[in-house]
């Protein structure tokens, strides 16, 4: 069984400021910690599960020099492998080569998710709202949608509790959540200890990989539309002169093809 665990830090326990989880803050050096730790018992469960091959993806935008790198290395769980500094929600490698199951870790919810602790979609300054035709969605729903390409389906997420909530909704009550925090407010949270929260996900993981009625891919109906409103009309010309791009209206920009993975690609590069 191979496994991908795509993680962020927003969803981790203990964690609800931007000054946790942006780098060249002593807070943020704590939290690659705690960021850390639920990451490696998610790695514990899966290999638990009979998981052979694990890949962890660190999709966490911390900013600088820390951008998508933000795990200690020295306290990496032994038996994964470590994907650092790549573009997020395009490292498509082992989907092409065959993957059973995305779980995600420190997941939050999407922009605009009342007592969503540090929602956002994307881009916290310069998008409002983004969809898959007209379903709206977060970044997992992007996440999912891109393995849903390639027919893995996403089994368990970690985070705040409306997250987990959004992520059931979105892809079905079978998903196994983690809710490590209840949302108090954008920048307030209830959470569980680490160490409760560890525990938590190295059980739940371990059961979502265990079990046989897995969620269904998610695959959306073709032709495809991803469709971003972003923050301010400025914005938009980025996207000018993108292969499938359209400019909708003064902050509406929308990608159309015959699969997510190709509106995705083409929404970010000209080609
Ligand atoms: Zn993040």
Redesign the pocket.
């Given at each position: 069984m191979r496994v991908i665990i795509l993680c962020?830090?927003?969803g981790i326990s203990c964690i609800e400021t931007w000054e946790q989880?942006n780098s060249g803050t002593a807070f943020y050096q704590e939290s690659r910690k705690l960021y850390t730790d639920e990451m490696n018992a998610a790695v514990r469960g899966a290999r638990a599960a009979g998981a052979h091959e694990v890949i962890v993806v660190d999709c966490?935008?911390a900013g600088g020099g820390y951008t998508f790198k933000s795990f200690l290395p020295e306290r990496l769980e032994l038996g994964a492998e470590y994907v650092f500094g790549y573009p997020w929600a395009r490292y498509i490698t082992p989907f092409e080569q065959g993957c059973d199951a995305i779980l995600f870790v420190g997941a939050h919810a999407m922009a605009g998710t009342p007592n969503g602790v540090l929602c956002h979609t994307v881009s916290s300054e310069s998008w409002h709202n983004a969809w898959i035709n007209d379903t709206l969605v977060g970044e997992s729903g992007i996440l999912a949608a891109v393995a849903g390409c390639w027919d893995v389906p996403a089994i368990f997420v970690s985070g705040d509790d409306v997250t987990c909530q959004e992520v059931r909704t979105l892809l079905g009550a079978e998903v196994v959540t983690a809710p490590v925090k209840i949302g108090l407010g954008r920048f307030s949270a209830r959470s569980m200890a680490p160490k409760d929260a560890c525990a938590l996900i190295e059980m739940r993981v371990a059961q979502a990989l265990s079990m046989r009625n897995w969620p269904k891919p998610y695959k959306a109906r073709a032709p495809v539309t991803f469709k971003v409103e972003l923050a301010t009309p400025d914005r938009v010309h980025d996207f000018m002169g993108r292969t499938g791009v359209r400019i909708e209206g003064p902050r509406m920009v929308s990608s159309t093809a015959d699969t997510f993975w190709q509106a995705w690609d083409q929404f970010w590069y000209h080609h």
């Amino acid at each position: 069984m191979r496994v991908i665990i795509l993680c962020d830090m927003e969803g981790i326990s203990c964690i609800e400021t931007w000054e946790q989880v942006n780098s060249g803050t002593a807070f943020y050096q704590e939290s690659r910690k705690l960021y850390t730790d639920e990451m490696n018992a998610a790695v514990r469960g899966a290999r638990a599960a009979g998981a052979h091959e694990v890949i962890v993806v660190d999709c966490h935008g911390a900013g600088g020099g820390y951008t998508f790198k933000s795990f200690l290395p020295e306290r990496l769980e032994l038996g994964a492998e470590y994907v650092f500094g790549y573009p997020w929600a395009r490292y498509i490698t082992p989907f092409e080569q065959g993957c059973d199951a995305i779980l995600f870790v420190g997941a939050h919810a999407m922009a605009g998710t009342p007592n969503g602790v540090l929602c956002h979609t994307v881009s916290s300054e310069s998008w409002h709202n983004a969809w898959i035709n007209d379903t709206l969605v977060g970044e997992s729903g992007i996440l999912a949608a891109v393995a849903g390409c390639w027919d893995v389906p996403a089994i368990f997420v970690s985070g705040d509790d409306v997250t987990c909530q959004e992520v059931r909704t979105l892809l079905g009550a079978e998903v196994v959540t983690a809710p490590v925090k209840i949302g108090l407010g954008r920048f307030s949270a209830r959470s569980m200890a680490p160490k409760d929260a560890c525990a938590l996900i190295e059980m739940r993981v371990a059961q979502a990989l265990s079990m046989r009625n897995w969620p269904k891919p998610y695959k959306a109906r073709a032709p495809v539309t991803f469709k971003v409103e972003l923050a301010t009309p400025d914005r938009v010309h980025d996207f000018m002169g993108r292969t499938g791009v359209r400019i909708e209206g003064p902050r509406m920009v929308s990608s159309t093809a015959d699969t997510f993975w190709q509106a995705w690609d083409q929404f970010w590069y000209h080609h």
